[in-house]
Structure formats: structure tokens, C-alpha cells
């Protein structure tokens, strides 16, 4: 009976094993066909200031797939890293994200810097920058247009090339974000030595700040070291005006979320960027 159990538990094990890796097989085929077809769009998110004049926008990468429909970056991302495939594709980000800035100028809409999300894979290649100069050369977008987010976890792989390239950045005039701030393990002190220009607190952080007094504290920490430090604080996933208002009062300068505007395509962000922005 025992034995009986343990072959049927054996063989769940196999198949959702199976199950699983033919789903990443499928789903890496179905990443090739999306690359090789250029089935990706770029969505913008506003960041914006305490008026809320547009400070920048962010790119965030969409993937709506033939059958499963909008596959969220969370998902396909990693394993798009795991396979190498995030190298093609953070190509094609970084050159659309550039056009798609100066097509807005273009259209007598400004020249709006954007803010790029960089994969683990493609900061450590020896090619990165570049392929970031070539890339800024080919389209023509000045570098003081390109921000680029980084996690604290890029940077803690491999401390001493990384701040090399963080130095080559800022020689380049372009810009570092540090995203997801709080969820690494990164002194804020270690902060000092970087050549960064913005923390990005963690959304999980902003999500409780009106009721959990332990993240409240940890914002206002991020907040007023980053203040010391001469660095902007964008707050991440502000959804309500409760949020927005206690993460001012702590002093933050910069705020996205779906409360300020939802990611959108390329159309809608020039409709919003002609349109009256309220304060
Ligand atoms: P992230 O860089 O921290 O991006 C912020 C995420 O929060 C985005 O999710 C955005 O849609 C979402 N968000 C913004 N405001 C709110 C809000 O008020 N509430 C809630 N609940 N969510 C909000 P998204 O677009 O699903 O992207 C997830 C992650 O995937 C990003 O996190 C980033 O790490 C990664 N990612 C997205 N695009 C790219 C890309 O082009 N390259 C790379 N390497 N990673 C990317
Ligand atoms: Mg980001
Ligand atoms: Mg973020
Ligand atoms: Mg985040």
C-alpha cells in the first residue's frame, strides 16, 4: 500500500515535472518566435514631481502572447535571463525606448528622458557599453535623455567592475536608478561610494506606509539618508492619495504609480503629455 503511495507520488512528480519543463519549452519557443517577429511592445509609465510636472517616464516591456494573452515581465523576464534571450530583447528595448523619446520631440512634445530596466546579463557583458554608445549614437537621443535601473543585486555581484561602469556612465552623462530599493541587502551607506542619481523605493514598502509604522520607518530612513546623500527618491506603486501625501510629508520628490497614471503605449503617453497635466 505504502510502496503503492509512493510510486503514485512518484509519478505526480514526474509528470508536473514534465508538465513544467515543457512549459518552459514551449514558452522559450514561444520567446524566439516573439523576438525573431518583434512582438514586443514598450509600454511608458509618468514618474512625476510634488506639482506634478512630468519628471521622466519609465519603459516596461509588454509581451502579449498569441494564446496566453499579456504575459507579465515578472514571468518571462527571468526566464528570458536564464536562457541568454534577454540579450536580444534588452537590445531591442533600449532602441525603441530612444526612438520612441525622440519621436515624441518630434511631435513638439519635449524631450522626456526615460528610464531604462537593466537585466543582470546584459550590465556584466563586457559589450554594454558599448553597445549603450552605439545604441545612443545610431538613434540620436542625447545621453541626458537615458536613465538606466539597476537593482541593488546587479550590484553587489561584482562590487568592483560594477562601480567601473557605474563611473563609465557618469562619464557617458548617463544616469543610474537604483530600483527596488530596500529589497537587497545593501547598507545604505554603501550608497555613498556609488555614482548614482535616484533611489527607487520598493513598491512593498510604499504598499503598507499608511498603516505599518515598521515600513513607515524604513521609508522615511530611505528618504532622508537618500536627502543626505543628494540623491532624488521616486516612490514606486503609489495607488492612493494617503500614500502619495505621507511619502511627501517624509520628503519624497518623485512619485509613480497608478494613482499619478498606469503604463501605456507609445499613443497614449503623447495624448498625456499634450493634455493638461493637474497638479
Ligand atoms: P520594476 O522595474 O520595479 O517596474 C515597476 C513595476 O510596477 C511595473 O510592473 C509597473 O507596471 C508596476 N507598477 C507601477 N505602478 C504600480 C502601482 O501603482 N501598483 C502596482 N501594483 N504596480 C505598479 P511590470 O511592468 O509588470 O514589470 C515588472 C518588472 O519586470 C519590472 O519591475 C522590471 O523589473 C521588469 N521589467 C519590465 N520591463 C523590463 C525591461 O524592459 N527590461 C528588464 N530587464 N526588465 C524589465
Ligand atoms: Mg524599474
Ligand atoms: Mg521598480
Ligand atoms: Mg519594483
Known amino acids: 500500500q505504502a510502496k503503492q503511495q509512493g510510486r503514485n507520488t512518484y509519478q505526480w512528480f514526474t509528470r508536473a515535472i514534465t508538465e513544467k519543463f515543457g512549459e518552459r519549452v514551449s514558452m522559450r519557443n514561444d520567446l524566439q518566435e516573439a523576438i525573431d517577429t518583434q512582438a514586443f511592445q514598450l509600454y511608458y509609465q509618468p514618474l512625476v514631481d510634488r506639482d506634478g510636472e512630468l519628471v521622466a517616464v519609465e519603459a516596461l ?8 494573452g499579456f504575459v507579465s515581465p515578472a514571468v518571462f523576464i527571468p526566464l528570458a535571463e536564464s536562457t541568454g534571450q534577454i540579450m536580444p530583447i534588452s537590445r531591442w528595448v533600449l532602441e525603441r525606448a530612444c526612438r520612441d523619446m525622440l519621436a515624441l520631440e518630434q511631435k513638439g512634445l519635449g524631450r522626456v528622458k526615460v528610464a531604462v530596466n537593466l537585466s543582470p546579463l546584459q550590465f556584466h557583458r563586457p559589450s554594454f557599453l558599448a553597445t549603450l554608445r552605439q545604441t545612443l549614437q545610431e538613434t540620436g537621443l542625447p545621453a541626458e535623455q537615458l536613465e538606466l535601473e539597476l537593482t541593488e543585486g546587479i550590484l553587489m555581484d561584482n562590487t568592483e567592475l560594477a562601480i567601473d561602469i557605474l563611473h563609465a556612465l557618469r562619464g557617458m552623462r548617463v544616469d543610474v536608478s537604483i530600483d527596488d530599493f530596500g529589497t537587497g541587502f545593501s547598507s545604505l ?12 523605493i520598493d513598491r512593498s514598502f510604499v504598499r503598507d ?10 521609508v522615511q530612513g530611505i528618504i532622508s539618508m537618500a536627502g543626505h546623500l543628494g540623491l532624488r527618491v521616486v516612490a514606486e506603486g503609489i495607488e492612493t492619495r494617503e500614500q502619495r501625501q505621507q511619502l511627501a510629508d517624509y520628503g519624497c520628490d518623485t512619485f509613480q504609480g ?8 507609445l499613443e497614449d503617453l503623447a495624448l498625456f503629455l499634450a493634455s493638461p497635466q493637474p497638479a
Open 61 to 68: 516591456l509588454r509581451w502579449e502572447h498569441p494564446r496566453r
Open 189 to 200: 551607506s554603501y550608497l555613498r561610494q556609488l555614482p548614482i542619481s535616484t533611489v527607487k
Open 209 to 218: 506606509v499608511t498603516r505599518n509604522p515598521q515600513d513607515a520607518a524604513i
Open 258 to 265: 497608478y494613482l499619478l497614471a498606469r503604463p501605456m503605449p
